[in-house]
Nanobody, 124 residues
Framework: QLQASGGGAVQAGGSLRLSCVAS????????IAWFRQAPGKEREGISC????????YYQPSVKDRFTISSDSAKSTVYLQINSLKPEDTAVYFC???????????????????WGQGTLVTVSS
């Protein structure tokens, strides 16, 4: 299971930290990714972390404002989002993909487990 939290309503320019707690599977055998889905749009991969190897991936458009990190002892992955923009408004999902498939982390079809999503709303 994956439990995402930390979403909310913020003004443009603000910051949020999303959390994703994993359970029920071996954390270090999976990479944890964050996706988001805005109204009327497809789900898109934002960032991914391989905690075991401390490797991170980002969608180029968010790399300057988003930071992914992990705490293996807590089986938790974080997504720090700074300088929020109205276009960041979306439901944010965390997801788990086997580390052997991490090169496909942006493909929803390769995901093994999905969290329930947390809503981020950014007002201008």
């Amino acid at each position: 299971q994956l439990q995402a939290s930390g979403g909310g309503a913020v003004q443009a320019g603000g910051s949020l930290r999303l959390s994703c707690v994993a359970s029920g599977f071996t954390f270090d055998r999976y990479a944890i990714a964050w996706f988001r889905q805005a109204p009327g749009k497809e789900r898109e991969g934002i960032s991914c972390v391989v905690s075991r190897d401390d490797i991170t991936y980002y969608q180029p458009s968010v790399k300057d404002r988003f930071t992914i990190s992990s705490d293996s002892a807590k089986s938790t992955v974080y997504l720090q989002i700074n300088s929020l923009k109205p276009e960041d408004t979306a439901v944010y999902f965390c997801a788990a993909i086997p580390t052997v498939l991490v090169r496909h982390w942006m493909l929803p079809s390769e995901i093994s487990y999905w969290g329930q999503g947390t809503l981020v709303t950014v007002s201008s």
